[in-house]
């Protein structure tokens, strides 16, 4: 039996994406209309008992952000959507925007009603110019069906929404540094507290969510909470898109409930993954893009659900699955993935910025026959525990996980290369 299935990402590939009549025909915008006719709170409520977990990495409880949000008494109150997809192999959010933009507005839209907002923001990355432009064409149509702007369905609510267009940083995906952005600031972290909720864009209170996230609010409106749940785990309900790419012989987006599908069946199925190609073994597989953590073949038969990777060092994070196969070199791979967040990091703390630099330098000696000594990899270690937790946000924090999990299953490689004859020698980063 089929484990893929079509709830978020339902009519994704069916229906023209910037034809209202064609969203309305398969049940857009009933969320809306549902929601209008509730108290917010009852909207709320549903979001909790749907235990929707954060999609954009942080599986932070949406229910839990959007009640907080509720009771802060001040106004204005400002919707964002994190639409920056900057993660290296994530690319679930470019599909619902591309083929599902009304979803995308109808979500912000029933957010805005819950707040009491009269704005809501979609920052999307500078890459996808054309899904700003198809977002920008889908707004003009829900406007034009009275779905957005004044007087929405006839209930006296005015809301509307604007594109803002990312710039090319990585960073500008964490929260903070992207209303600073947004705010046409340097796309740099805030210190929190205070938190983005209390104040957050424009200094006033603020939702941020992301794509999926917003994308999954009008199911669980219409299904109800507890509908949404039982689709995934008691503790993280629902589905999760995820994305499929490097050594796999389908690189696609595959839906599935969270908790109902291996690591093993993501990988190898013949509807998800399809295999690694030319039969070649698997080397190791990394979830959730390049700040995520990388398992080997022995843990392939992990339950993918936030709860169960956890327990085997792992995570959901965006949803990425980048499949490495045998002729992969894990030093190799992790110059590429230091590479980026060096290139990525914003400079303004000192574990991030110089603690990638060291990182990158040591990796490129393990990479040379004998040109690393065994102090190298004591310093490499004492690296990854400061940036994990001395970074200021959570780009440092978490750019050095891929290293600290490949170091668990694959200790052997950062080793081969050492020249253990010179154990006296310091380490020269
Ligand atoms: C460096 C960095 C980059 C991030 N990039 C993204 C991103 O591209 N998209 C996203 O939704 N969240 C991203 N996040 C997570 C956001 O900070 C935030 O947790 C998320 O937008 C909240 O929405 P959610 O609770 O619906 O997941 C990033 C976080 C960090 C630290
Ligand atoms: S951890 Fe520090 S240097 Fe790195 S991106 Fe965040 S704030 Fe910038």
Redo the contacts with the bound molecule.
Sequence with gaps: MSKLTQVVSKGAGQINPVNIDEYLAIGGYDGLKKACGMKPLEVIEEVKKAQLL???????P?GK?WEHLFHIPETPKYIVC??????PG?FK?RLLMSKLPFKLIEGMTIAGYVFGAKAGYIYV?GEYRKIQRTLQEAIMLAKGAGLLGKNILGRGFDYDIHIISGAGA??C???S??LNSTEGKVGRPRIKPPHLAEVGLFLQPTL???????CSVPDIVIGGGDAFKALGMPDSGGTKLVCLSGHVNHRTVAELPLGKATLREIIYDAEMGGGIPGGKRLKFFHLGGQ?GPIGGPDLLDTVYSHKELSKAGLSVG?GAVVVMNEDVGVIDYLLGVTEFFLH?SCGKCVPCREGNKQIYKILKKLAQPGAAVPADLVLLRRLVTTMISASF???G??AAVALNTAWKHFKEEFEANVDKSNSGAAAAA
Excluded: F, I, P
Aim: hydrophobic share 30%; charged share 25%; glycine share 16%.
């Design positions: 954060g999609r954009g990495g942080a599986a932070y949406a952000k994190n639409a920056d997809e900057g993660e994530t959010d990355r990585y960073v995906g964490e929260n540094a992207l941020v969510n992301n794509v999926e996230s917003l700040s965006s990525e946000c959570g780009l924090q978490s």
